[in-house]
């Protein structure tokens, strides 16, 4: 784990090897209803559009420990 200053502010990097290929596991960790998973903050993912997921695909999410809400959208 490595932590730098920036001028916005820190950046904390942090990094584990994965026993699966790149394109499954960037599948699961791009999946926001999946997030809450490995993300203990965030609380309750909702898929605002239809299927499938990808460019424009929106969510409402809700965060803990008082983060409020944020719209996501794929890019």
Known sequence: ???????SGHVIENSIGIA???EQVFDYVTDVRREPEWNPQLREP???TPEPVGA???YRVRFGRGNG??????Q
């Open 1 to 7: 784990m490595s932590i730098a200053g920036r001028r």
């Open 20 to 22: 699966a290929p790149a």
């Open 46 to 48: 909702e898929k605002l």
């Open 56 to 58: 424009g695909t929106r």
């Open 69 to 74: 809400h944020r719209h996501h959208r794929e």
